[in-house]
């Protein structure tokens, strides 16, 4: 058990990232890691040769449109769009991954919530997965039910005149890291059948930490190598935020 050892007090946002990446190296948990790192791996890798081979031009399209009298505010725009660009992607493919991967993903937190704690969560062996796929796929299809509207919203500020490329991608950027904190906390919390309204609830109680923990995902899967490791490292930080905060406080409830 590694709960008292390691979790001794509240960490902060980029603490738990940190703690994802040293759980991610025990040998309890390799196993259950290759599989998510896989998938990871073969969808950014194909998503970003994609990317870097379209986004200049992309850009120059985008700036192209704009009024002539605003053709000052290029030099500004430019690497303002460059990034709105990069965690666009980022939070559409890692979202695509994680649906994929979602089952191995549960397994992953599951084996991690045991590692910390020493008890087993009860969500039986391989045969009560493969029968539990549709709650599963159903829950990830929730999630993207929550996503798709606000991600409509977002996408429609850039299109606003003058303030659409300035402003559009800091809005774009806190919406996508909050989408990275649903996304992954949702694997321990979905482990205990916990429903997503009530989870949205929980997560909202500690907004701030888990903004910046979200941030720092949503940062590193825009970064090449980071970005194919991230999602087993982000699952276990996750766990391990549910195993300190979040569990004993649905269980006082």
Same mark, same amino acid.
């Given at each position: 058990?590694?709960?008292?050892? &390691? ?5 902060? @946002? ?21 599989? $998510? ?25 985008? &700036? +192209? ?20 660009? #990069? ?15 979602? $089952?191995?993903? @549960? ?10 704690? @020493? ?31 606000? #991600? ?16 559009? $991608? ?14 992954? +906390? ?27 923990? @979200? ?8 970064? $090449?190598?980071?970005?194919?490791? &991230? ?23």
């Amino acid at each position: 058990m590694l709960h008292n050892s &390691i979790l001794k007090q509240s960490l902060s @946002g980029g603490g738990y990232l940190l703690q994802g990446l040293k759980l991610l190296s025990h040998p309890k948990l390799r196993l259950f890691v290759l599989i $998510p790192l896989f998938i990871n791996l073969l969808i950014f890798s194909s998503a970003f040769w994609f990317l870097f081979s379209a986004i200049m031009q992309w850009i120059d399209r985008y &700036i +192209a449109e704009l009024p002539d009298f605003l053709n000052w505010l290029s030099y500004i725009i430019w690497p303002f769009l460059i990034v709105s660009i #990069l965690f666009s992607f980022s939070f559409v493919f890692s979202s695509v991954s994680n649906f994929i991967a979602a $089952p191995f993903n @549960g397994l992953l937190a599951e084996k991690t919530e045991q590692l910390l704690t @020493g008890q087993e969560v009860d969500n039986g062996g391989l045969k009560e997965l493969i029968q539990d796929l549709p709650r599963i796929f159903k829950r990830e299809l929730q999630k993207w039910a929550y996503f798709l509207p606000r #991600l409509v919203f977002c996408a429609l500020l850039f299109f606003i005149p003058a303030f659409g490329p300035v402003i559009a $991608p800091l809005i774009w950027f806190v919406f996508a890291s909050w989408m990275m904190v649903i996304q992954y +906390a949702d694997f321990p919390f979905d482990n205990h059948k916990i429903s997503f309204k009530q989870m949205q609830k929980s997560l909202a109680q500690h907004f701030g930490k888990n903004l910046t923990f @979200g941030m720092l995902v949503s940062f590193f899967t825009t970064l $090449p190598i980071f970005n194919f490791i &991230i999602m087993p490292i982000a699952i276990c930080g996750a766990t391990a935020f549910w195993v300190d905060i979040y569990k004993k406080e649905l269980s006082k409830k």
